[in-house]
């Protein structure tokens, strides 16, 4: 097996991290209560409300996003009341655990893995539930490589409720088109290292005044998540713990890149690339699992003559995928193509896996 610096990642996170974001990350370490680090960290926040679309503060954590997942129900949520998580993937699933564990009474509305939301359902759920205070679901399934169209859900259900409309946007910030203002998103979530080009270990989370309202409302619980604590300390430029300063220092470069080429380019580019690897494993007879396929990785059914391609791409081409989970372990591998990913990766991708599979 290819040592591991040699190995070309094409897994759904973590993606690869560009030279000059890694080189940024290297430079010597900032005093998080200095005038330097509150510029860097005023950039990267201005940058991370420009890639959100909104006008409302982007608070930067020290956590993975299923951290910045927790502090969203820690602070919106309150025991007793109805939430709806929508699954139809792994981590769907792990947002109803999560709300469940806080004392909030869930919904489920459940879907096949690979099939995709479909707003009508939403809209009866909600006819026949008006109690409901919050609505989970995911905009890219990373688990089966499925988009969601949360525009049109969120367009439901701000017509038909009051509820709060909360969004996992890990794998599609940076990747696909959305517009938390105007789709009138409550909560949006990423994390760093998809999308955003960056190493692992920090996320992001936004809240509109609505949901800002109802965390005000709310006995403050925790210290960690306090997210309070973390608004009111973003206002003057910091954050409230020591927080992951050479992360926020690739990422702040990273996402400088995503701008200077511009977030249209980079939807474009993104759908661009997705098309060009699954054009070339149709002409291999490989057929995608998702009836939705987003623009981030692809779900590839296993060839029954390779059912160990993954080891192989790895062993023999050094390029690492990853493999399906749960149920789907064995039935499907997925290979990414988002984040710092180019026409010649794709051809580069796509050429290991003809050899392994022919």
């Known amino acids: 097996m290819l040592a591991n610096n040699r190995e070309k990642l094409h897994t759904p996170g973590p993606t ?3 030279p000059n974001v890694l080189e940024a990350s290297a430079q010597p370490i900032l005093y998080h209560r200095s005038n330097e680090f509150r510029e860097m960290f005023r950039a990267l926040s201005a940058n991370a409300e420009k890639i959100f679309h909104t006008k ?13 997942a927790e502090a969203a129900i820690q602070n919106i949520g309150a025991t007793g009341e109805k939430a709806v998580c929508i699954m139809n993937g792994r981590f769907g699933e792990r947002w109803l655990e999560l709300i ?11 879907y096949e893995w690979g099939k995709t939301v479909q707003p009508e359902d939403i809209r009866a759920l909600l006819h026949n539930n008006p109690d409901i205070s919050m609505i989970w679901m995911v905009h890219c399934e990373t688990s089966t490589g499925t988009w969601n169209d949360i525009q049109k859900v969120a367009e439901i259900v701000k017509k038909e409720s009051n509820a709060l409309i909360c969004i996992d946007a890990v794998t599609s910030i940076g990747v696909h088109e959305c517009l938390m203002d105007e789709w009138g998103i409550d909560v949006l979530i990423t994390g760093s290292q998809k999308g955003l080009m960056s190493p692992p270990g920090i996320s992001f ?8 309202k109802k ?9 960690y998540f306090d997210l309070i604590r973390a608004l009111n300390n973003y206002e003057k430029g910091l954050t409230p713990w020591t927080p992951a300063i050479t992360l926020m220092v690739a990422a702040r470069q990273a996402t400088d890149m995503l701008l200077q080429e511009g977030l249209t380019h ?5 759908q661009e690339l997705a098309d060009m690897f699954r054009n070339r494993m149709e002409t291999l007879g490989l057929r995608n699992f998702s009836e939705a396929p987003c623009n981030a990785l692809s779900a590839l059914y296993i060839p029954k003559n390779v059912p160990d391609i993954t080891d192989r791409l790895l ?7 990853s493999k399906g ?6 039935i499907i591998f997925r290979a990414a193509h988002m984040g710092w990913c180019t026409e010649q990766d794709i051809i580069t991708l796509s050429d290991a896996i003809k050899a392994v599979v022919e």
């Open 205 to 212: 989370i936004s809240l509109s005044e609505t949901a800002w």
């Open 325 to 330: 989970q749960e149920q789907l372990e064995g």
């Open 266 to 270: 980079v939807w474009k580019r993104h």
């Open 100 to 110: 469940t564990l806080y004392g909030i009474k869930t919904q489920p509305l459940r």
């Open 16 to 18: 690869v991290v560009p």
């Open 215 to 223: 965390v005000y409302e709310q006995p403050r619980r925790g210290m």
């Open 315 to 321: 062993a023999e081409h050094g390029i690492r995928v």
């Open 56 to 68: 409302n503060p982007v608070l930067t954590l020290t956590c993975s996003a299923t951290g910045a």
